[in-house]
């Protein structure tokens, strides 16, 4: 093999975007989703549920979203910012509304306990599944013993359909996405089971990219260019069973004090597929 032909081969960057992409749209995505309705007049916020390890970036994710439409870094959800930690720092199921600035948007996340193999106590694949139906009620602080049930005064025995979460977006590190413990894809597959059997839309937000990639460390709109990360983005998908079409690789905001148009678009861009599949759902109209 020649040295050219083996140098080629070994480039870390595809020539064009295996996934075509609009650096440009952020103004249009954020006026759009500014301006959503939900497709059911009954249902006032459409409800997100955010799953993940933890670590992962759920906390960073929701508050990302919120920064990219109040115009400067927010940090309502709270994150734990020592390094290296394995345990979920979120304790409490947590509803967080978006704003832009003056009202807010129809949309409302939860952030949850994260997901650990079982002897680190994170949250139960039974309390997540609850959670997505309707029958957790926010403010509730997980038990490490057991899954919540019908006596607790967070439980909800009816929900109505603007209890339940139409969408769950799966937050995986796409630094460490190799590593995953093989115990929390398999509690991955139970929820994915579970809620796919009831049409649930599942969307995957692929995390920490500027750290998974030297090429997308350097500039963020190598992110469709670089072969490294769609790569990462399949392992997403074959960890999950979630399609490519629904997995989206973001940077959430850490350690900038100023928001930067390159990381909102990104987000923007996979918060407007959330809603997409959210509300395709919601127009089902049927309670689980």
């Known amino acids: 093999m020649g040295s050219s032909q083996s140098q080629t081969m070994q480039q870390p960057e595809l020539e064009t975007p295996w996934r075509p992409f609009d650096w440009g749209q952020k103004e249009a995505l954020r ?4 301006n959503l309705t939900p497709s059911n007049p009954d249902v006032k916020d459409i409800k997100i549920l955010v799953v993940g390890p933890a670590g992962a970036g759920k906390s960073s994710f929701i508050n990302s ?5 109040q115009g400067h870094i ?6 734990n910012s020592a390094g290296g930690f394995s345990h979920s720092f979120t304790e409490k199921l947590k509803g967080f509304t978006i704003k832009n600035g003056k009202t807010s948007l129809p ?3 939860f952030d949850i306990m994260g997901l650990e193999p079982e002897e680190f106590h994170g949250s139960k694949t039974e309390d997540i599944i609850k959670a997505v139906f309707g029958h957790v009620k926010d403010g509730y602080k997980f038990n490490k ?3 919540i049930d019908y006596k607790d005064q967070h439980y909800t025995s009816d929900p109505s359909l603007s209890d339940q979460c139409f969408c769950v977006v799966y937050v995986l590190d796409g630094n460490t996405v190799q590593f995953t413990d093989d115990r929390l894809i398999k509690k991955l597959e139970i929820i994915r089971k579970k809620i796919s059997d009831k049409g649930i839309a599942q969307v995957i937000v692929m995390t920490k990219v500027d750290e998974a990639c030297p090429l997308v460390k350097n500039d963020l709109r ?6 490294k990360i769609k ?3 399949e392992l997403c998908s074959g960890h999950t069973g979630v399609p490519m079409t629904n997995i989206f690789p973001v940077k959430n905001y850490h350690d900038e004090i100023d928001i930067k148009d390159d990381v909102d678009v990104l987000i923007l861009k996979a918060l407007e597929q959330i809603f ?3 509300n395709d759902r919601l127009k089902d109209n049927e309670t689980y």
């Open 31 to 34: 006026k759009w989703l500014e």
């Open 65 to 69: 979203i919120n920064s990219a439409f």
């Open 74 to 79: 927010s940090s309502k959800a709270l994150v």
């Open 107 to 109: 949309f409302v996340f």
């Open 145 to 147: 013993e057991q899954s």
């Open 222 to 227: 190598k992110v469709y260019t670089s072969k």
């Open 231 to 233: 790569k990462k983005m």
């Open 276 to 278: 997409h599949n959210a």
